[in-house]
């Protein structure tokens, strides 16, 4: 089956286990938090033949008015002592300034145990998506969320500022704006970031494709493989096991280049 999933803020934990069916709970991430309970009543799942497709409405934009202050909070928690405006926000909630005090929410909790070789394609603000086995593809799409995928044989990734983690896979297709990228065994794989650092720490197959514009790449081959890398400012290093050939095809214009070859 094809799990698809839409949703904002919240936790994703995808569970593969022998089951002939999917089961699905939903729960807020904050105990009492009224709007996560309003948008998981308001939750629809569709089912088209194979396909199970869960979508979680968005949170209404949540305005703090007062004064001169005037914050539009659309989803989850505003970030730790950040200073909108004249007012100090912690955890979601205004505690100086003239705005009016109150607290955002949203975070859903979602908990998917799915039959053995379940597909997954998510899309999510801000939810990060952890899974614990095996999945044939992953399709995730994602502005600020974390990815983190234990094995797939397929992967393609794309957030702004995500970090992107797979422990092991197939062929991977990840780009991300600002996310930083950490591989672990793979076969095929292809990374774009902007300032996000890219980490391959374990590359097992033949041919991959970096490329970066101040981020960092790093890559190390196990087996004879043909690497392409490119940055703009970030460095390069690609290392590789003793007796190991690599071809590498890599340049950057004002950072640091380290290949086998030099």
């Not at 001169?68 to 100090?88: C, E, L």
Request: glycine fraction near 10%; aromatic fraction near 2%.
């Amino acid at each position: 089956m094809t799990f698809e999933l839409d949703m904002a803020a919240g936790q994703v934990e995808i569970l593969l286990e022998d089951r002939e069916r999917a089961e699905i709970r939903l729960e807020p991430m904050v105990a009492g938090d009224e709007v996560a309970a309003d948008l998981i009543s308001r939750a629809r799942h569709i089912s088209r033949g194979s396909v199970l497709d869960l979508r979680i409405p968005h949170p209404e934009p949540t305005v703090l008015a007062g004064g001169n202050t005037v914050i539009h909070q659309s989803f989850g928690n505003v970030v730790q002592g950040a200073v909108v405006t004249g007012a100090v926000i912690v955890n979601g909630q205004i505690v100086s300034g003239n705005g009016v005090s109150r607290t955002t929410g949203g975070g859903v909790k979602v908990t998917a145990r799915l039959p053995l070789r379940s597909r997954l394609k998510a899309t999510t603000v801000s939810a990060n998506v952890v899974a614990n086995e095996h999945l044939p593809t992953v399709d995730f799409e994602s502005t600020s969320g974390d990815l983190h995928i234990s094995y797939a044989d397929r992967l393609r990734a794309h957030t702004i500022s995500g970090d992107i983690t797979v422990d092991s896979a197939e062929a991977v297709d990840i780009e991300t704006t600002s996310g930083d990228v950490q591989i672990g065994p793979v076969f095929h794989l292809q990374a774009r970031t902007v300032s996000g650092d890219i980490d391959a720490g374990h590359f097992v197959g033949s041919h991959a494709q970096l490329k970066s514009v101040s981020g960092d790449v790093a890559l190390h081959a196990k087996y004879n493989a043909e690497v392409t890398a490119r940055t703009v400012s970030g460095d390069i290093r690609i290392t590789a096991r003793d007796g190991v050939r690599v071809t590498t095809h890599a340049k950057s214009v004002s950072g640091r280049v380290r290949t086998p070859n030099n």
